[in-house]
């Protein structure tokens, strides 16, 4: 059971921003930087952005990240067809002697 | 270029150990720490293990409750993690993922295990 909570689904026409919602604890968000993966149907995920707000090489700029608090959100500002995909935010939570956590995942859905 | 060429599938019965392997390349791999995650069936993704650059740490998930074990073989640039016990509820694809501080910037194709009786 995921500790980090995303909203299941989120949906957008093209060209609208979407915006995904990831909340934690102090011992998971609040305490240690948020990195999102995206995942396409049928393969291996795909790091999305990283430090809370920093985007890879290669990922573009209409994907933004920020963090507040025990809480944390990926922006995707005009929305396209292959952003369709599931975001799964996560972060280490340091409980349990230290353990990494995924959130429970948001399809997105270009309508 | 950085790439993780995992084993192929497997089928196990309830109650086996299965051995996935992550060969790695493009890298210096005691640079970097290792994650396994895996993804059961229409599901989401969960963390089960990782291993620390350099000294060999490794961490695994609560829930496994010490089932799942990860080594490090510099020499040949491999990451093995076994995974003992199995139940039909272990069945998921399995990926290696390259990482730093949670960054997970380079993955596995995955591993499906298959654990069936």
């Known amino acids: 059971q995921s500790v980090l909570t995303q909203p299941p689904s989120a949906s957008g026409t093209p060209g609208q921003r979407v915006t995904i919602s990831c909340s934690g604890s102090d011992s998971n968000i609040g305490g240690n930087t948020v990195n999102w993966y995206q995942q396409l149907p049928g393969t291996a995920p795909k790091l999305l952005m990283f430090n809370n707000n920093q985007r890879p090489s290669g990922v573009p700029d209409r994907f933004s990240g920020s963090k507040s608090g025990t809480s944390a959100s990926l922006a995707i500002n005009g929305l396209q067809s292959e952003d369709e995909a599931d975001y799964y935010c996560?972060?280490?939570?340091?409980?349990?002697?230290?353990?990494?956590?995924f959130g429970t995942g948001t399809r997105v859905t270009v309508l | 270029q950085v790439q993780l060429l995992q084993s192929g599938a497997e089928v196990k019965k309830p109650g086996a150990s299965v051995k996935i392997s992550c060969k790695t390349s493009?890298?210096?791999?005691?640079?970097?720490?290792m994650y396994w995650v895996r993804q059961a069936p229409g599901q989401g993704l969960e963390w089960i293990a990782w291993?620390?650059?350099?000294?060999?740490?490794?961490k695994s998930s609560p829930r496994l409750k010490g089932r799942v074990s990860v080594k490090r073989d510099t020499s040949a640039k491999i990451v093995d993690m076994e995974l003992t016990g199995l139940t039909p509820e272990d069945t998921a694809v399995y990926y290696c993922?390259?990482?730093?501080?949670?960054?997970?910037?380079?993955w596995g194709q995955g591993t499906l295990v298959s654990v069936s009786s």
């Open positions: 996560a972060a280490w939570d340091d409980t349990l002697n230290g353990h990494y956590v």
């Open positions: 993922a390259r990482g730093e501080w949670g960054k997970l910037d380079q």
């Open positions: 493009g890298y210096t791999l005691s640079s970097y720490s």
């Open positions: 291993i620390s650059a350099g000294n060999d740490n490794t």
